[in-house]
């Protein structure tokens, strides 16, 4: 399953879902923001800790319930 699939999948489970998806392409993060169904943020690899960091306090920022899906393809 691609990420972009599996994002599809987690939103139709709960559309409410914050996700952050990571990826191996820097230039496709911002175009693929638009279309991709809904990610959070964008992580690119080789991930690390303080994007990481950073991102998770951008999806909390945005939820008001704990649960958040990481999902790296």
Known sequence: ???VEALREIR????GAKVIMCTAMRQKT?????SNGGAVDFIVKPIRG?????AVTKAL????KIGMPLMCS
């Open 30 to 34: 911002r175009s693929s923001s638009r």
């Open 50 to 54: 303080p994007r990481v960091l950073e």
């Open 61 to 64: 920022s945005r939820q008001n």
């Open 1 to 3: 399953m691609e990420g």
């Open 12 to 15: 139709k489970a709960d559309p």
